[in-house]
């Protein structure tokens, strides 16, 4: 019983770790500045763990291999030194792991999250609901209407709840429910939340950020290929969670502004 | 000898035709008739990004627009629900049922009438799932989801009332389900036009209803036979 | 005595122990049943599931699941399985019944209110379950039940107004129970000890109970006004949890000033301790098994009780891990990974100590010594794929995604549930006076173990893809691809599901036929094992015992073999 253990633990390690290695599922390539950061502390922490993960499982085959031998007279043995070299081992192994990796990740981390946007940003409003985005660009004016949830009315399209008819600043105001923007342009987006909690991912762009009612979260990145991505959300918002997403659209700079024209209201 | 049998021959032929009278002892042959339009700038319709449903965008090859305000040549104001609100006498609650489809991510029609205790089907014809959602006040409110393949919803209104209708998934779907007591009403098309016909000599208040517009009330006088023309104008404005 | 007042609301620490194990079977069942309902759902979202749509005809109209059926499954789920059966099974269950025994004494220490924490749980199973019988449904919001979602009503889904408030008043009075429960395991441990039983020498099933219900008495004592909390917010108009001017379902919601993340914060501090408090028995169950069944000593037991501590501690530190991506403040994401990651150090000195204890061992291979050395595989499994979630930059990718379902379900679907295993089947004759049947437990451990991987390893690698989770079916291009997959792990889920079958059916045989059991069938050496199987009413015969010695006796010459027991008062030849 205890060899078939030890042959199972084996093969499972062995699998699980070769379709790790071999990439068979993986992060689609990644289209944004900052993501290279979060890509190498993912392979770096893949390798780490890989590692610990095959040792520690070929040692519990290892161990339980010798273990079920049923030679008589076999005395017990104790593991060489006790307990003190295992502490130290995970200690100072997975202690000097951690430190490294909070110190460089905290640094990735930073300039997506706490570091502020460019100021050349290219600044668009992202409103969540039930179940779709809507993305708000400010128009000519390049100021965007003020919201009035009270004015709120989806089957005419007013999402945002603007009110064009006192606010002349919100008359221009361009509402796509694409989210559209140039490639290699600093973008910042302004998130808020029409109902319940959302959240904003698009796995390509390495980035992810919730919505909260009641919030405005600024949120910044910078696209470096051109294409056509999903945003999806991955905070469950009622029914129909699964099927809330919208595109990212990243055109050329002439592209966008064509698009951009062809919205004007 | 059939003398003998003539008398309840007779008597079932005055009982006849005395259940085949209509409930108004004289014919019911009025009409009341005319069109819906407007007056100033009605607000622009925008068009409806259905990109987070590829299955429903993919069957529109042009965008489809928003109906809150939908005109037509000459002004006309379409998706007006003109009815008798006062004067109509009682009928009987009509079996045929009212059919409303979701069909491309859309509700057809816009504006569904129909009478109180009258059938309404609702059917999925997407690919994808629905969750219609009327958003009754004074009838009980209700939500159900119809996945794709599911068979038609059957359901009546007890009570009549103007009852917003959305779609929990997909916020762009916007409708209507128009509750009333009377048989005589009409949904204005591209022409703005409405016909009432079979009514009987008397006095009514005709109504009509629009989702942005609001409601206008006349009071009418059918004669025996023949037409009466009513107009309503609504008010437009650009927001 | 009346049959109510010796079966029903008895009074004895041995029947509770058993009524909470029971209550735990019926969850353990319900859930699985429920997880079996998802995951065909989700690898076949469009069919229609036989007799489905009589039972359920308006959550799955001709049998094909709504997604908010599918929601609903998922939010009770989690609820069932998180609360009434990992924190259950383990800590009120099996602590229950042996840690007055393990230490010595005659019964816990207040044992009225231990059989009023059985009964407030099982009415909470009650009123938990009873929202599958209201017009809605169950809630949708997860078993994390997050605001606004679950605090405005109905407005917001399906399930959203009576099911929420069910699910709140369930949890709460859960809460209760655990507080009574955890007052009394940390009373017993400190005042009842037997003559000779120093804190030294308690178990280390007992040190993982004591320490657990110290984390519960802080972690439950939070849960529970934040449901209260939350109720109100429901039935009373206020607005803890809810922001001005929310528009749901075309309607402006009345509530203002309310904070959603206050609820997230709440939650988590109860969450985050809540994980521990599902594994750190089986942590215990474990390392009480492993020597018995290896017949040497666990490697460096001092260290484990310090390990223990030290996560019970750093518990309360971590619980912004789970909201990195919230809307908190940033910076506290890199403040509260730090004790994340230290948290790793003391639960991997732990799994190397076990692993050093099976160094040179003679390793007799009972179904429980299987579940032992299973855990310690799909631990290690579990473990290391927090690291990846414990840095707030692989976090913004993996968030959300199927990555973490993985992660928590090694650790406590899988993990937490074969310390439950092993201790069923290491204390099954003791606690029925009858051996369970290791043919078909062995059975049992190779179908699960080889099913446990097939299903929540491949969710490791959907997460990496950037699979969501908490989705109710897969059907646009974004996602269609990892359909395969997610149909592999629906075939593996059932078939470890069936697997299943062959403990209840183990369970119900040896309880009425399996074959007698002695007082000490594994040779092992705590004091349970020094009286009768099953123990008589007062544990010890009225001969309370003294302890001579710790429980690590292994691999010694003894007296009875290679072990001394705690209550032999032989002394240790070492000595």
Known sequence: MGKLFAVIVVVIAAVSATIFILHVWWPPPDISVHGAGIDRELGQTMVATGVLFVAAQLALAWFVWQGSSRREGRPIKQFPGGATPLVVFAVVLVGIEILSLTFVGSKVWANIYIAPPDSGALHIDVQAEQFAYYFRHAGVDARFGGLHPDLIDDGSGNFFGLDPANDTTARDDIVASSLVIPVNQPILLTLHAKDVGHSFYVPDLRIQQDFVPGLVIPLHFTATHTGKYEIVCTQLCGLGHHTMRAFLEVMTRDQYDQWLKAQAP | MHTRYLWPLALAAVASSAARAPAHPAAAAGTIAGRVTFTGTPPKMRAIDMAKEPSCAAQHQTPVMTETVVTGPDNAVANVVVYISAGDATSATPTEAVRYDQKGCEYIPHVAVMQVGQPLEIYNNDQTSHNIHPLALVNPEWNKSQPPGTPPIHTSYATSEFIPVKCNVHPWMHGYFVVLTTPHYAVTGNDGGFTLAGLAPGKYTVTAWHEKFGEQSQEVTVAATGRVTVSFVFKALPY | ?575
């Not at chain 3, 009780?305 to 991506?325: K, Q, R």
């Open chain 3, 1 to 575: 005595m009346t049959f109510l007042r010796r079966y029903v609301f008895s009074l004895d620490h041995k029947v509770i122990g058993k009524q909470y194990l029971g209550l735990a079977l019926l969850a353990v069942c319900t859930g699985m049943v429920l997880s079996w309902l998802m995951r065909l759902h989700l690898g076949w979202p469009n069919a229609a599931v036989p007799g489905l749509g009589t039972v359920s005809p308006n959550g799955a109209p001709g049998g094909v699941m709504t997604p908010e059926y599918y929601l609903s499954l998922m939010t009770m789920h989690g609820t069932i399985m998180v609360f009434f059966v990992l924190t259950t099974a383990p800590f009120a269950g099996f602590g229950n019944f042996l840690l007055p025994i393990q230490v010595g004494a005659e019964d816990m220490a207040f044992p009225r209110f231990n059989m009023m924490s059985f009964w407030v749980t099982f009415l909470a199973f009650v009123v938990l379950v009873s929202a599958f019988f209201v017009h809605d449904g169950p809630p949708i919001s997860g078993w994390t039940a997050y605001a606004p979602l679950s605090a405005v009503g109905k407005d917001a889904g399906p399930g959203q107004g009576t099911g929420q408030i069910l699910w709140a008043v369930s949890i709460a009075l859960f809460c209760v129970g655990q507080l009574l429960g955890a007052l009394n395991f940390i009373a017993t441990t400190l005042d009842l000890r037997t003559k000779g039983m120093s804190l030294a020498r308690l178990p280390y099933a007992t040190w993982a109970w004591f320490i657990t219900s110290v984390i519960g008495l802080i972690a439950f004592s939070v849960l529970l006004p934040a449901c209260i909390l939350l109720i109100l917010d429901q039935v009373a108009g206020t607005s803890f949890f809810v922001p001005a001017g929310l528009v749901i379902s075309d309607r402006l919601q009345p509530h203002a000033g309310g904070s959603p993340l206050l609820w997230q914060h709440l939650f988590w501090f109860f969450g985050h301790p809540e994980v521990y408090i599902a594994i750190l028995p089986g942590f215990g169950i474990v390392s009480h098994i492993l020597p018995a069944v290896a017949r040497k000593p666990l490697l460096g037991p001092r260290v484990f009780i310090a390990c223990l501590v030290a996560i019970g501690f750093l518990s309360y530190m971590v619980w912004g891990h789970h909201m990195f991506l919230s809307g908190m403040n940033p910076f506290s994401a890199t403040l509260f990974s730090v004790p994340t990651l230290i948290i790793t150090i003391p639960a991997t000195v732990a799994t190397l100590l076990w692993i050093g204890t099976l160094y040179g061992s003679k390793l007799r291979f009972s179904t429980a010594a299987l579940f032992c050395l299973g855990f310690i595989s799909v631990f290690v499994s579990g473990g290391l794929s927090g690291f990846f979630l414990a840095q707030p930059a692989v976090d913004v990718y993996l968030h959300g995604t199927y990555f973490v379902v993985g992660h928590f379900h090694f650790v406590m679907g899988v993990a937490a549930m074969f310390g439950i295993f092993a201790g069923t089947y290491f204390w099954f004759p003791k606690m029925f006076g009858r051996m369970m049947n290791e043919t078909l437990g062995k059975w049992h451990f190779v179908g699960t173990f080889i099913g446990v991987y097939c299903v929540f390893m491949p969710m490791h690698y959907l997460g990496l893809e950037g699979d969501v989770r908490r989705y109710s079916a897969f059907t646009d291009e974004y996602m269609k691809g990892s359909l395969p997959l997610h149909r592999f792990i629906t075939v593996a889920a059932l078939f470890t599901g069936a697997c299943q079958l062959l403990f209840l059916y183990n369970l119900v045989h040896s309880r009425f036929r399996g074959p007698l059991a002695p007082a000490n069938p594994w040779e092992a050496t705590s004091l349970e094992w020094s009286t009768a199987s099953p123990p008589p009413h007062d544990n010890f015969g009225g001969q309370p015992p003294t302890v001579y010695h710790g429980p690590n006796e292994y691999g010694v010459a003894g007296r009875s073999g290679d072990y001394i027991m705690q209550a032999s008062s032989e002394a240790d030849p070492a000595a």
